[in-house]
């Protein structure tokens, strides 16, 4: 076909809801601190890593710094 079926699928991603495919639950976007809270809320007992592959993080600060500021608070639960 031709090149409307990349805007087509733009279109659709944009109006469209997504879902997870593992527990069909809907995928909305969340803030850092919202996942903080969950990672806190869900494993708080548990040893978890956070990975991050090497030059593909877009936020404005690194996820290593952002670990280093805020350990206390999750290994403390605050």
């Known amino acids: 076909m031709t090149e409307i079926d990349d805007y087509l699928r733009l279109l659709f991603a944009k109006l469209g809801d997504s ?4 527990c069909g639950r809907e995928i909305k976007p969340q803030t850092i601190q919202q996942i903080m809270n969950f990672i806190k809320e869900e494993y708080m007992s548990q040893k ?16 290593t710094e952002f670990v280093k500021k805020n350990r206390n608070k999750v290994e403390k639960g605050k």
Do not use: V
């Open 19 to 22: 879902y997870c495919y593992n």
């Open 48 to 63: 978890i890593y956070l990975l991050q592959e090497s030059g593909h993080f877009d936020e404005k600060e690194d996820l």
